[in-house]
């Protein structure tokens, strides 16, 4: 076989050794990409992955393209697709600017840190479910403020696909559990969604067109007035008139207040490659470089499937993830040693400790699972600037509240925070104090879009995930698919994941994602397995004459591009 030229990443793509996937799996290897020669967009939506092309064609750049699908995704996608939430996103011009951007939802003024404890001293659902759950959004003014600094284009330009998708409807699939769409649930029927989202007490069928008057005034609003009408006017007079009806504590003064923040971009390598993703307030960067500069100790790692590749992947992250649940909040309020977690030197200590023979047990501290409904996309225009963007409600549909006039769905963020430091939250997670609830601080988030650059330094790679922790894994577990194992990306995104986040103790696998005999093998090793869906992500690679682009095949991801 010929050798890969590493340096060319068009050539590790067509090199890419036809991936062997293990029997019963539910995906065939060798499945081909979407090609484009000059631009691509990948989301959940095909309707919002087709609002970025249209402004691309129209002259856009890729963070035009991108506000267009973030606002597209509100209409299309609305159970994770937001104006009433927040996100983080991670731009590399080409001329090789980069830049992360971190609009995630902050805790309002008057959030206190044990609001979410009953009076036994226990944890109630009201950090999940309804008024109390929300953060203030960041959505608008992170999109917005992208558009400023990096896009080419007015805000009433990139936000006119969504306003039109939201006033003449769009056709809905069946999909993903009805997801692009109206999609009637007990959550969403006990607030005020339920006359829009559940007619007659009933979701909306596979192919009706579904019109959302209230959205389309919404998004008219701000395309004319820019983000101040979202936090200063007509749509923040709706949201807290919402919130004192139903008990919620957001005020005036808290969406006034609300900025998103520039942040300096995480940049780390692996083998020679470089990752520019996300800070905190996301774990995301942080945990995957720690990861990953764990693993580059191990050279090279073991084949994608193998019981050696399982138990090293499990021990790197088990040793990550303690670090994350222990030690990341939002850095206005926690001293996050982020150049101590990111050291290769350190990485090379953690490394030192994994036994190759046996397992090794994750220090107290208990740590369990989420759930699936945030979004990720991924853009790259004609000139090569690049967008990787994940943007969440946190739950699906968030707090299940509906803003009334507003026509959007508030966010469940609180409850990322340790609503209750040392005891589960709605996915198990436990966290430490560096996470505890206080007013006008970031809940500490998975999210990790990230651009990856090859060994010359040009555009290689954009990608992320939805799925709470397994966001983190998922995409880097795609980063080594391609750029370790030598996947073409369609493979890369198709192949089996795996999943370890330190506590509980316990290596996740996709069902039949691994061959009975390697599960054997874990388990004699000293592994718990579990099996668990893992994230899903949207990707785009640079290959030879174009683009790659590839949606989650698990949920029907969309990838559009010319
Ligand atoms: O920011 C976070 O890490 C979570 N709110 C993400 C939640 C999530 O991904 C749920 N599922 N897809």
Redesign the pocket.
């Known amino acids: 076989m010929a050798m890969i030229d590493r340096r060319d990443p068009a050539r590790v793509a067509q090199a890419a050794v036809r991936s062997a996937f293990p029997a019963g799996w539910r995906f065939s290897a060798g499945t081909p990409a979407t090609f484009a020669e000059h631009a691509m967009v990948v989301s959940m939506s095909k309707y919002a992955s087709e609002a970025g092309v249209e402004i691309m064609k129209a002259g856009g750049n890729a963070v035009d393209a991108a506000v267009a699908t973030g606002f597209a995704l509100a209409v299309t996608y609305p159970s994770?697709g937001n104006i009433g939430g927040g996100g983080f996103m991670t731009i590399r011009m080409a001329d090789g600017r980069i830049a992360t951007l971190d609009y995630r939802e902050v805790a309002p003024l008057a959030a206190t840190r044990n609001m979410y404890i009953g009076a036994d001293g226990k944890l109630t659902n009201k950090s999940t479910v309804g008024y109390l759950a929300s953060g203030v959004p960041g959505s608008v003014a992170g999109m917005a403020e992208a558009l400023k600094k990096y896009g080419t284009m007015p805000l009433a330009i990139v936000m006119a696909p969504a306003i039109r998708l939201a006033e003449e409807g769009y056709v809905t699939d069946t999909g993903s559990g009805g997801r692009r769409g109206g999609q009637c649930s007990a959550l969403i029927a006990q607030f005020e969604g339920k006359d829009l989202f559940c007619p007659g007490g009933q979701a909306l069928k596979g192919g009706t067109r579904f019109v959302q008057s209230d959205l389309a005034r919404t998004l008219k609003l701000i395309a004319a007035q820019g983000p101040k009408a979202f936090y200063e006017g007509a749509i923040a007079d709706s949201l807290v008139a919402d919130e004192q009806r139903g008990g919620g504590i957001i005020t005036k003064e808290d969406l006034r207040r609300y900025v998103p923040v520039w942040r300096t971009p995480i940049q780390s390598t692996y083998r020679g490659y470089t990752l520019i993703t996300m800070p905190p307030s996301?774990s995301g960067g942080i945990t995957m470089s720690e990861t990953l500069n764990i693993l580059e100790n191990f050279a090279p790692l073991p084949p994608a499937g193998s019981t050696e590749y399982a138990h090293l992947i499990a021990e790197a992250l088990r040793r990550s993830f303690t670090d994350r649940n222990e030690k990341l909040g939002d850095p206005k309020f926690v001293k996050v040693p982020i150049d101590a977690l990111t050291d290769k030197k350190y990485a090379r200590s953690l490394a030192a400790q994994i036994d190759r023979g046996h397992a090794s047990k994750t220090p107290a501290f208990n740590v369990g699972h989420?759930?699936?409904?945030?979004t990720h996309y991924s853009v790259v225009d004609a000139s090569g600037n690049a967008v990787a963007t994940t943007t969440?409600l946190?739950?699906g549909y968030g707090a299940g509240v509906w803003i009334r006039g507003g026509g959007f769905f508030m966010n469940n963020?609180m409850d990322?925070f340790a609503a209750q430091p040392g005891t589960p939250n709605m996915f198990g997670l436990v966290q430490g104090e560096a996470n505890a609830v206080q007013p006008g601080k970031r809940m500490l988030?998975?999210?990790s879009p990230t651009i990856v650059l090859d060994l010359e330094g040009k555009l290689l790679l954009v990608t992320g995930a939805?799925?709470?922790?397994t966001?983190i894994t998922t995409t880097m577990e795609i980063i080594l698919n391609v750029i370790e194992q030598h996947m073409t990306l369609a493979d890369a995104m198709r192949a089996p994941r795996l999943h370890h986040q330190a506590l509980p103790d316990q290596l996740d696998y996709e069902p039949n994602g691994l061959t009975v005999a390697v599960q054997d093998s874990l388990k004699a090793m000293g592994h718990k397995l579990g099996t668990r869906g893992l994230?899903?992500a949207n990707s785009i690679m640079r290959v030879s004459g174009g683009l790659h682009g590839v949606g989650e095949p698990r949920s029907g991801g969309a990838a559009v591009g010319y």
């Open positions: 994770a996301s989420e759930g699936d409904n945030t969440t946190n739950g963020e990322d988030s998975a999210m939805a799925g709470g922790p966001i994230a899903t």
